[in-house]
Each structure stands twice: as C-alpha cells, then as structure tokens.
C-alpha cells in the first residue's frame, strides 16, 4: 500500500511559477510510475505529465515546454516544476502511482489569478 502525499499548492500570478512536491511511502517508490493528474471545477480529471520508473516523461499538450516533471527515488519524491501558468491551470492537483493499481494522493489546489 502506497501513500501519497503533496504540497507546495497556491495562488499564484499569470506567468508565476510553483513547484508541488510528492512524498511516497509504503512502498519501494522506485519501481512504480509516477504520475501527476489536475481536476479543473467541472471537467474531468487529466493527466498532466508521467515519470516512468527509468525517468522518461511525457506531457499534456497544454503544458509542454512549461511544465517539468522529475523523481528523486532517494527521497520517495516526485516533482512537478511549473513555469508560465496560465489561467486555465487552475485546478486540484493530484499525485499518481501505478504498478498494476493506481494510488492516488489527496491533492493540492493551484489558483492562478491576477
């Protein structure tokens, strides 16, 4: 059983940066793929950028060349780097694992407003 847990939400200005953390337990962190999801008030969860166990990532569409993700399996962390928000990327923000089943964190919210 893997817990997950993520911080470093918040409101921040168009064209500001945040970084959200994830800290992992329970589980050997290093074999599972990472994964952080977003949840916008009234649409559907999506997947925002994936770290698999050897570190290739991939990205949303709408966050490519802004955003970047990276683990550290020496600390059970994964990171999740934002630059250049924008509005639209506002939402909670959850932290994924899987390996067969998925784990979910609680989530962090992100407001991006002037």
């Known amino acids: 059983q893997v817990q997950l847990v993520e911080s470093g939400g918040g409101l921040v200005q168009p064209g500001g940066s945040l970084r959200l953390s994830c800290a992992a337990s329970?589980?050997?962190?290093?074999?599972?793929?990472m994964g952080w999801y977003r949840q916008a008030p009234g649409k559907q969860r999506e997947l925002v950028a994936s770290i698999s166990t050897g570190g290739t990532s991939n990205y949303a569409d709408s966050v490519k060349g802004r955003f970047t993700i990276s683990r550290d399996n020496a600390k059970n962390t994964v990171y999740l780097q934002m630059n250049s928000l924008k509005v639209e990327d506002t939402a909670v923000y959850y932290c994924?694992?899987?390996?067969?089943?998925?784990?979910w964190g609680q989530g962090t919210q992100v407001t991006v407003s002037s």
């Open positions: 994924n694992a899987y390996r067969g089943i998925y784990y």
């Open positions: 329970g589980g050997y962190f290093s074999i599972y793929v």
